[in-house]
């Protein structure tokens, strides 16, 4: 999945500086952007969630595996 294709399922995103993304979770109820979007020079996608939710219990949360 294209990262643009993952942000748009999302909603809306901040761009950091080091051209990573901060998002809200869907795997919990996040009030302030907790998840961490990064893509790879080899354009895997790493998603890290601040809050402790598992990568797996995210991508579930958006219908992805």
Same mark, same amino acid.
Do not use: F, W
């Given at each position: 999945? =294209?990262?643009? /294709?993952?942000? +748009?399922?999302?909603?809306?995103?901040?761009?950091?500086? @080091?051209?990573?993304? $901060?998002? #809200? *979770? =869907?795997?919990? /109820?996040?009030? +302030?952007?907790?998840?961490?979007?990064?893509?790879?020079? @080899?354009?895997?996608? $790493?998603? #890290? *969630?601040?809050?402790?939710?598992?990568?797996?219990?995210?991508?579930?949360?958006?219908?992805?595996?």
């Amino acid at each position: 999945m =294209p990262i643009g /294709d993952l942000l +748009n399922k999302l909603g809306k995103a901040k761009h950091l500086t @080091d051209g990573s993304y $901060l998002v #809200k *979770c =869907p795997a919990h /109820d996040d009030r +302030n952007p907790s998840l961490h979007i990064t893509q790879t020079a @080899d354009d895997r996608i $790493l998603l #890290k *969630c601040q809050a402790g939710c598992t990568t797996e219990a995210v991508c579930q949360a958006i219908g992805i595996t």
